[in-house]
T-cell receptor, first 114, second 115 residues
């Protein structure tokens, strides 16, 4: 079964800590995405990557950075975690190009910043 | 931004058909209509997509209006496992230099299934 795996299901971090959220996919997808999901706001795109070492800002990139050193792995980095970054974080991947491809999502990481 | 409008919530009785509507009046000719659903405590999962013609798969059917400004996701026999938030999304070409499509999620429709 094809998969997008997020390294942690639940995470609790302190304000000011540097936080790494890891995502790995085994489908040889070119595109990878990080979303956050908050009650009443739906899913919002933070960053995405269309190739190794390439990245594009999404709708809410402030306070976040990303890293894609290998095709299968896409990391979301909170340089200095703040309480307003408490959220559910969802990783997704897809093929790129002209074909109409859907996204495959991971199960999410629920991050609490205290 | 290509936007969609869906009802906030709907209810259905178990084993009855469910029709989930979506309006997308600003759709352009190359935008595909995608539907995803999100079960509690899980990431969204792909349900179905279409461009102009109606589509069927093992999970659902998608009926697309002739002018493409609206569509309807049809679950033929709702089960308790279909209780989820359903998202109607337009898949748009967002970054031509990167060669990538983008999905922008709205708030979706929360479907409740009554036993």
């Amino acid at each position: 079964d094809v998969k997008v795996t997020q390294s942690s299901r639940y995470l609790v971090k302190r304000t000011g800590e540097k936080v790494f959220l890891e995502c790995v996919q085994d489908m040889d997808h070119e595109n990878m995405f990080w979303y956050r999901q908050d009650p009443g706001l739906g899913l919002r795109l933070i960053y995405f990557s269309y190739d190794v070492k390439m990245k594009e800002k999404g709708d809410i990139p402030e306070g976040y950075s990303v890293s894609r050193e290998k095709k299968e792995r896409f990391s979301l980095i909170l340089e200095s975690a703040s309480t307003n970054q408490t959220s559910m974080y969802l990783c997704a991947s897809s093929f790129s190009g002209q074909g109409n491809y859907g996204y495959t999502f991971g199960s999410g990481t629920r991050l609490t910043v205290v | 931004d290509a936007k969609t409008t869906q009802p906030n919530s709907m209810e259905s009785n178990e084993e009855e058909p469910v029709h989930l509507p979506c309006n997308h009046s600003t759709i352009s000719g190359t935008d595909y209509i995608h539907w995803y659903r999100q079960l509690p405590s899980q990431g969204p999962e792909y349900v179905i997509h279409g461009l102009t013609s109606n589509v069927n798969n093992r999970m659902a059917s998608l009926a697309i209006a002739e002018d493409r400004k609206s569509s309807t996701l049809i679950l033929h026999r709702a089960t308790l496992r279909d209780a989820a938030v359903y998202y109607c999304i337009l898949r748009v070409w967002a970054y031509s230099g990167a060669g990538s499509y983008q999905l922008t999620f709205g708030k979706g429709t929360k479907l409740s299934v009554i036993p």
